[in-house]
C-alpha cells in the first residue's frame, strides 16, 4: 500500500523534500494575500471598529491549536495500534508549531479582550480550555524529553495526547455550553456562517494559510528528525544527505 511505503523514512524523507517547495511557496502566497486583504481591504467592524484585524490572526491561531493536537492524537493512535515508527516523529515535530499556534491565540486573544471586554484575560471557559490546551503541548514535550529511551517516550506521549483530547470538544462547545465571554461560533455553523463575506474571506484565506504554514515547517522538522535518527543508514548515505 502506498501509505505503508511512505510510512518509511526512507521513502518519506525524498517525497517530503519535493513537496516542501510547493507547500512553502503557496503557505507565502496565501498568508500575504490574506493579510492583504485582512488588513487593508476588509472594513472595520461597526462595534469592534479597526480591532477586529486581530480575527485574522486570533482565529485561525485558534483553529490550528485544535487540528493540529487532534492531528497528533490520530498519530498516537496510529502510533500505538500500528508500531509505526514514523507517527512519532511527526507528533514530535508539530507539538512545537502546536504550542505556538496556541500561545499566539491566548496572545492574539488578550489583545482582542482588552477594547472588547475592558481586561487582558478573564477566567472565561473558552480562554481557560485554550490555556490547557498550551499546557497540554507544554506537558507532552517535557513528558517525553524527559524520558530517555525512544519507544517509552512515545508511548507515553502517546497516552498524554490521547487523554487530552478531551479537552478539545470542552474548547469548541464552551461558548454553548456556559454562558462567556466570548462572542459564540460564527463561522461553522448549521445555518450558515454568521459574518460578511468582506470578513469571511480573508478569515478563510488565513485558515489556509496556516494550514500550509504547518505542512511547510512540520516537513522541515521531520526531515531534520530522519537525519539525525537515520545519520548511519545506507539509504541516506547514497541519496548524499
Not at 158 to 181: D, F, K, M, R
Not at 222 to 240: K, T
Request: net charge positive; proline share 5%.
Amino acid at each position: 500500500m502506498i501509505f505503508q511505503k511512505y510510512a518509511a523514512p526512507k521513502y518519506f524523507y525524498p517525497l517530503a523534500g519535493k513537496c516542501l517547495p510547493w507547500f512553502g511557496t503557496l503557505a507565502i502566497l496565501t498568508i500575504c494575500a490574506g493579510l492583504y486583504l485582512g488588513l487593508f481591504v476588509a472594513p472595520p467592524d461597526y462595534q469592534q471598529g479597526e480591532t477586529v484585524r486581530i480575527m485574522f490572526i486570533h482565529v485561525p491561531a485558534a483553529w490550528m491549536s485544535m487540528f493540529i493536537y487532534a492531528m497528533m492524537a490520530g498519530a498516537a493512535a496510529i502510533g500505538l495500534v500500528w508500531k509505526i515508527k514514523l507517527t512519532d516523529t511527526f507528533i514530535t515535530a508539530s507539538a512545537a508549531i502546536g504550542a505556538s499556534f496556541t500561545l499566539l491565540a491566548l496572545l492574539t486573544g488578550s489583545l482582542w479582550g482588552k477594547p472588547m471586554w475592558g481586561a487582558w484575560w478573564v477566567w472565561d471557559a473558552r480562554l481557560t480550555s485554550e490555556l490547557i490546551l498550551l499546557f497540554l503541548y507544554l506537558g507532552f514535550m517535557s513528558l517525553h524529553s524527559a524520558i530517555d529511551d525512544p519507544r517509552r517516550a512515545s508511548r507515553a506521549g502517546a497516552i498524554l495526547l490521547l487523554i487530552g483530547v478531551i479537552n478539545l470538544p470542552v474548547i469548541h462547545y464552551s461558548v454553548e455550553w456556559w454562558n462567556t465571554l466570548h462572542q459564540p461560533t460564527s463561522v461553522a455553523r448549521i445555518d450558515g456562517p454568521r459574518i460578511h463575506s468582506s470578513i469571511l474571506t480573508p478569515l478563510l484565506i488565513m485558515a489556509v494559510a496556516f494550514k500550509l504554514f504547518y505542512v511547510s515547517v512540520v516537513l522541515i522538522r521531520m526531515r531534520s528528525s530522519i537525519l539525525d535518527n537515520e545519520a548511519d543508514s545506507r539509504w541516506l548515505q547514497e541519496q548524499g544527505a
